[in-house]
């Protein structure tokens, strides 16, 4: 917590003050005591006086109450400043979605890819409609499918495009999200961590197959530019592929030709690789998630969309104090009309 006034700090000498001229008040004695001759019936007036918790209340507890109202109030006219989260009003996300032929596995019910589409959906449903979002797809190469835009009836239509097919190239991917994502908030203001009002959404359910660059390469110059980078880690470890061994279908997975000739149906293991979506976001400044369910896609992205409708922000809290050192002096009125055994 910072202060806009800091020097004003010094208001709350007060308090100690105000606290010591009570306790003054309180043990000076009395100016025209009281002679008594028989003792012992003095010593049963101390005994029977001897103070209860409701002595100690009516003692304490209002001027404690006062005292802190004094120091709250003392601390509102330092007019004190301090991080906390407020709404986003504008920025722009950038749906960033495998769709290399691992997609198609059904471990993840309906499928990965129909999984993805619907939390993607949910999400759209959750961001504020100020927000620009796009839709960039990768397999083998990225396609651009939707320029970031507040029309989610477009998104939508983009989200009906997706299709699973060939390898998986998740550098190239992000560098062209991260492209994407840098042209359309051109101009804005960097916060104050250098980070722009922008953010990538990846999901992707296994290793790079294909592709010019390496994931962290991508997620370098997703770094650079001042975007952050999510991750989704999508799918099982036990999840496979089940395909007739036709001549070239392997290499819709990123491996080699199928074989010659046909035969029986095969299966090929592909399991996700949250190890690497971890370290792409660990470089950014980002979060990431597994999801081995629909229902922990559909979580993911209600937790980024949540996430990134605020921000940390500066703001004064002035009146936070004030409204204590008002209710606080209240109390200690209530407190004192209370156990002196009167009704306010």
Sequence with gaps: MTFASPWLLLALVVVPVVAGLAFWLDRREARYPVAFTNLDVLASVVTQARPGVRHVLRRFLPPALFLLALASASVALARPRAVVTVPAQRATIVLLVDVSGSMRATDVKPSRLGAAKAAMSAFLDRVPKSFQVGLVSFSSEPDILVLPTTDRDVMQQGLNLLYPDAGTAIGDGLAVAAQVAEQAVAGAKRGADGKLPAAIILLSDGSQTRGILQPLDGAARARNAGIRVYTIALGTKHGTLTFSNIPGIGGGFGGGGGGGGFGPPRRLAVPPDPALLQSIARVTGGRSFTASTAADARQAYRVLGSSLASHP?????????????????????????LTAGRLP
């Design 313 to 337: 922000g500066r703001r004064e809290i002035s009146s936070w104090f004030a409204g204590a050192a008002a209710l606080l002096l209240l109390a200690a009125l209530g407190a004192g009309r």
